[in-house]
């Protein structure tokens, strides 16, 4: 997962959206996989990733 998010962030650059400069149908396709990526294996409390697998 963490590999993933890099090159994600990588890619977006200092874009707010997936894919030109509004927001579209590819960022609604993308939000719900992103959001339950984020809560399974990211911790927001202390902006890490855990070090193992969590399932």
Do not use: H
Request: glycine share 8%.
């Amino acid at each position: 997962m963490r590999d993933a998010y890099g090159m994600i962030e990588d890619r977006r650059g200092d874009r707010n959206w997936a894919v030109g400069k509004s927001f579209s149908m590819t960022d609604c396709a993308a939000a719900p996989a992103l959001s339950y990526a984020s809560s399974r294996y990211f911790r927001p409390a202390t902006r890490t990733w855990p070090t193992s697998s969590t399932g």
